[in-house]
């Protein structure tokens, strides 16, 4: 099992920029972001593979939010710009030792504890 802990989060206004980081305790095929709004589902936000060669993102993201990593550190990061008020979730880390992409929750194998964003108006 991986341990994942994520970092960055915080309050800001609409057009701002954050940037997550998330720490592994040890390596995985694919990293990635998936984010939970109040009353919502648990959606997907972006992966990463190994490489770097393939990310994948949310259509919602796309163009906004760039996702990269750091093997060597076993870190992913998610940088966030033009947030915007529906942009608010709390953001969990997580990673799936599968090679296959795969944007389901129930596909990843570890989960960090997630960390609070919110994106005034």
């Known amino acids: 099992q991986v341990q994942l802990v994520e970092s960055g989060g915080g309050l800001v206004q609409a057009g701002g920029s954050l940037r997550l980081s998330c720490t592994a305790s040890g390596p995985s095929y694919y990293m990635g972001w998936f984010r939970q709004a109040p009353g919502k589902e648990r959606e997907f936000v972006s992966t990463?593979?190994?490489?770097?060669?393939?990310?994948y993102y949310a259509e919602s993201v796309k163009g906004r939010f760039t996702i990269s990593r750091d093997n060597a550190k076993n870190t992913v990061s998610l940088q966030m710009n033009s947030l915007k008020p529906e942009d608010t979730a709390i953001y969990y880390c997580?990673?799936?030792?599968?090679?296959?992409?795969?944007?389901?929750?129930?596909?990843?194998?570890?989960w960090g504890q997630g960390t609070q964003v919110t994106v005034s108006s």
């Open positions: 990463i593979s190994w490489s770097g060669d393939r990310t």
């Open positions: 997580a990673a799936r030792r599968n090679a296959y992409f795969n944007r389901a929750p129930g596909e990843y194998d570890d």
